[in-house]
C-alpha cells in the first residue's frame, strides 16, 4: 500500500522579485522533484512597488501548488517569515516547511539532499556554505567574506553553537512539528537576526540539526535587501542572548549537529 506523499512548503519572501519569481518557481518544479514529496510554494510579498504579487498571481492560475500571502507593507525578513510561516501552518498545512529566498541565490537544485536529511530523522537542515562541498560566490570581495565569516565565528562563540558551521544560512528545511514547540511569535525579529534567533531555539529545544553543502550563488537580478540595521539588530540579539543565556544556566546545552 503506497504512503500519501508529504506536503512540503516553501516559504519565499519577497520584495521587488518580479523578474526572479517566475524563474525560481518554475526551477523548482523542474529541479527539486522528489518522489514523496507534494512541494508547494508561499510567496509572501510585502506589497512590492514592482509588482511581484501580480506575477504570484498569474503562476497560481497555471499552478494550484502556488500561493500567496499579501502583506501591507515592508517590515523586515524576520517578520516576513514568522507571518508565512504561520499561514503556511494554518492553511496549507504541511509536514515540512522550507526557507528560501526568490533571487536564486538559494538554488533549487539543493532542495532534494536537503528533504532526504529530513526523511532520515532529523529535525531541522541547513543548506550550509560553510561545510565540505558547500561554498560562497566567488565574486564576493574580502569585506563580504569577512562580514559573513565574522557573524558566524561571533555567534558560535556567543551562542555555543560550536558544532554548527553555517548559522546564519537562510536555506533550510524544517520539520513542520518543530514549531509546536518553538513558538515563532515569541522571537520578536524583525531582520536578518530571524535566522540565528530560529536556529538558537530550535537548538534550546533539543530538535536534532543537520547540515548539507551547497553552492551559494549571487542573486539573479536586483539589489540585496541587508541593510546596516539589520546587520546591528543581529550583532545586538547574538551579544544579548548570549549574555543572557550564560547568566540563566553554567551547563549551555550543546547542540546536535550532522556535518556529513
Not at 2 to 13: L, N, S
Not at 16 to 23: C, D, G, I, R, S
Amino acid at each position: 500500500m503506497e504512503t500519501a506523499p508529504e506536503k512540503v512548503c516553501i516559504v519565499m519572501p519577497t520584495y521587488n522579485e518580479a523578474e526572479n519569481l517566475p524563474l525560481v518557481t518554475d526551477m523548482i518544479f523542474k529541479k527539486a522533484k522528489v518522489p514523496w514529496a507534494d512541494i508547494h510554494i508561499l510567496v509572501v510579498d510585502d506589497n512590492s512597488p514592482d509588482g511581484t504579487s501580480k506575477v504570484a498571481e498569474k503562476l497560481m492560475e497555471k499552478n494550484k501548488n502556488i500561493h500567496l500571502l499579501l502583506r501591507q507593507k515592508k517590515e523586515g525578513l524576520g517578520m516576513a517569515y514568522i507571518a508565512g510561516i504561520n499561514h503556511a501552518l494554518e492553511n496549507i498545512r504541511p509536514d515540512i516547511i522550507v526557507e528560501m529566498d526568490a533571487d536564486l541565490s538559494h538554488h533549487p537544485s539543493h532542495l532534494p539532499s536537503m528533504l532526504e536529511k529530513l526523511k532520515e530523522g532529523y529535525d531541522f537542515v541547513i543548506g550550509s556554505r560553510y561545510i565540505n562541498g558547500g561554498s560562497v560566490p566567488k565574486e564576493w570581495g574580502f569585506r563580504r567574506k569577512l562580514i559573513s565569516r565574522t557573524a558566524n565565528i561571533y555567534t558560535k562563540a556567543f551562542l555555543n553553537m560550536s558544532n554548527v558551521r553555517d548559522c546564519t544560512g537562510g536555506y533550510r528545511a524544517i520539520r513542520a512539528a518543530v514549531f509546536d514547540r518553538v513558538d515563532l511569535n515569541r522571537l520578536n525579529i524583525k531582520g536578518y537576526a530571524f535566522q540565528i534567533s530560529l536556529l538558537h531555539q530550535v537548538l534550546l529545544s533539543g530538535f536534532s540539526v543537520a547540515e548539507v553543502p551547497i553552492h551559494f550563488a549571487e542573486r539573479n537580478a536586483g539589489v540585496s535587501k541587508i541593510r546596516l540595521a539589520d546587520m546591528a539588530e543581529l550583532a545586538f540579539f547574538v551579544t544579548k542572548s548570549g549574555l543572557k543565556q550564560g547568566l540563566i544556566t553554567t551547563s549551555k546545552p550543546q547542540p546536535i549537529a550532522n556535518r556529513s
